[in-house]
């Protein structure tokens, strides 16, 4: 049998959004990979634990962390310095792996939401793999941010027929995306639905730390509760020094 990695979605935070599947490979490994991120937000491995403390009681597993290095700013271009960062995660990871994962062993990455969707951690085992390493790597999904967000609004996607786009931040400030009347944003650092206030008819599902303890629900009329989301997101980021939200913006369909 040879080594094993698993990239393992854990939901958007509440214990009972991991599958069945998922758990099954949380109990199966031997080792598994905390990338720590910095300050406050080391509050995510606590919750990652918490996962782990939920579905594999019996621990039987060790635990590997290293601290997930930061984006550097110094980079002309954004597509420039997310490269740089993935560089520097493989080499991180590689050598946690080599370090850490022995023979006919397996590890676990724990990736938020599903690993498929604004995860880097995919690209980055790719990249362990591609210096060298030998292993076989298993992908299991999990419930996106996005899904949670949408059922605790219980709404869906998509209106009648509609089609859906995924999004960011940085892209929805060029403007909305043509053809299409439902937008689903993520990573989104500037408030940039306060860019379409005057967008005729348009409606926010917004949500915070969906499926923890301290998730935030704001919803209604663009125009109307976008300046309680900006107050509210903000509280929450100073109060704990990392917000991870999401949102659906909606306008009638056929809007232009």
């Keep these: 049998m040879r080594r094993v990695v698993e990239v393992v979605g854990i ?52 635990v590997a962390r290293v601290d997930d290095p930061q984006r550097r700013r110094d980079y002309d271009g954004y597509v420039e310095a997310v490269a740089d960062w993935r560089a520097r995660r493989v080499e991180l990871c590689a050598r946690m792996i080599a370090e850490h994962l022995g023979p006919e062993q397996t590890g676990a ?52 027929a509609g089609a859906v786009q995924i999004t960011t931040g940085r892209r929805l400030a ?28 348009a409606t926010i599902h917004w949500g915070a730390y969906v499926g923890t303890a301290d998730e935030i629900l704001i919803a209604g009329p663009l125009a109307e509760v976008a300046e309680q989301i900006v107050a509210s997101r903000q509280r929450a980021r100073d109060a704990k020094g990392w917000i991870m939200d999401s949102y659906l913006l909606r306008r009638p369909a056929g809007g232009s």
Excluded: C
């Design 109 to 160: 990455f724990l990736v938020w939401g599903d690993p498929a969707l604004y995860d880097s951690i995919i690209a980055v085992v790719e990249g362990v793999l591609a210096g060298g390493a030998d292993f076989e790597v298993r992908v299991r999904p999990g419930i996106s941010s996005l899904s949670a967000l949408a059922a605790r609004h219980r709404i869906t996607f998509n209106q009648i």
């Design 174 to 201: 060029a403007g909305w995306p043509e053809g299409v009347d439902d937008v689903l944003v993520m990573l989104d650092a500037g408030n940039t639905f306060l860019k379409h206030l005057d967008e005729p008819g």
């Design 11 to 62: 939901g958007a935070g509440d214990p009972g959004q991991i599958t069945v599947e998922a758990v099954d490979a949380l109990r199966r490994a031997n080792v598994v990979f905390f990338l720590d991120k910095a300050g406050q937000a080391r509050e995510l491995s606590d919750l990652r634990q918490v996962i782990l403390d939920t579905h594999v009681p019996g621990g039987g597993y060790r």
